[in-house]
């Protein structure tokens, strides 16, 4: 039998296991010393609400499936019919292949063809490694085509601690900036976080904080990586989300909307 989110590939260093699936070449699931930290799925269930997905070629919702590119106008599917949007891309759901594997480390594959809306090609790898830092994501594309294309990449992990919700934990985010969003989740301008419910420079309790917005101005730390933090202060346990210069926005999303089973955990 196949499972819904297809082979099954699983990596491991000392006591960190990872689990990359083939549909749609994402993180099913990832633990360290026996814990979880991201909240996956299990081997006989599809990803749900966009968990462990990899969104390519843009993150985040295009209005109405339009946008403009070198003249041209293009109108994408939209899959999210009820806000009129097309979200997260167009690999979420393609088979992806194992181009190199490891005990430790598994780098997925994928060519996105031209289609209605996205007439571009990109060679797409995305490697999966396990270190004594943790795990490390590496995103890579190539543009197979002659002409310029528009591009964007996202992750869509859920960091957990195993808590019961998420209200009682630690929250540290390194942005200055916070996106604000209307009623069909666009951008809709910026806003300074100080002084306001957003501000999580300084680690503090996420409380009744309803997080689904995008962050910008991160501070970097002196390796040149923005770090997200996550702390249980009740266990001591914790766990850190760290991005390159490649990505100036981050997304906290506090899973309010999410079905009950999911709803802030």
Not at 1 to 19: F, K, Y
């Amino acid at each position: 039998m196949i499972a819904p989110s297809g082979e099954q590939i699983e990596i491991a260093l000392g006591d960190q296991r990872a689990v990359v699936v083939e549909v749609g070449g994402g993180l099913r699931a990832y633990s360290a010393g026996g814990r979880e930290l991201i909240d996956g799925y299990g081997a006989d269930a599809m990803s749900a609400s966009g968990r462990g997905q990899v969104l390519i070629p843009w993150p985040n919702r295009l209005e109405d499936g339009c946008y403009e590119f070198d003249g041209r106008r293009q109108q994408l599917a939209l899959n999210e019919p009820e806000h009129r949007n097309a979200i997260h891309g167009l690999v979420r759901w393609a088979n992806w292949t194992v181009a190199e594997r490891e005990a430790h480390r598994a780098v997925m594959a994928h060519v996105l063809h031209p289609q209605p809306g996205y007439p571009f090609s990109l060679g797409l790898r995305v490697d999966y490694a396990l270190t004594d830092g943790g795990l490390r994501v590496r995103t890579t594309a190539t543009n197979l085509g002659s002409d310029p294309c528009p591009f964007g990449a996202g992750a869509h992990p859920y960091l957990t601690l195993g808590t019961a919700a998420i209200d009682s934990l630690m929250l540290r985010a390194p942005a200055r900036t916070v996106l604000r969003s209307d009623a069909r989740g666009l951008p809709a301008g910026t806003q300074a976080v100080e002084h306001t419910e957003y501000d999580f420079r300084t680690p503090r309790r996420i409380g009744a904080t309803r997080l689904d917005h995008a962050f910008t101005d991160l501070a970097r730390d002196a390796d040149g990586l923005a770090r997200v933090e996550l702390r249980d202060p009740e266990h001591g346990t914790g766990v850190s989300l760290w991005v390159d210069a490649s990505y100036p926005y981050v997304m906290l999303f506090s899973g309010d909307t999410l079905p009950d089973v999911g709803r802030r955990r």
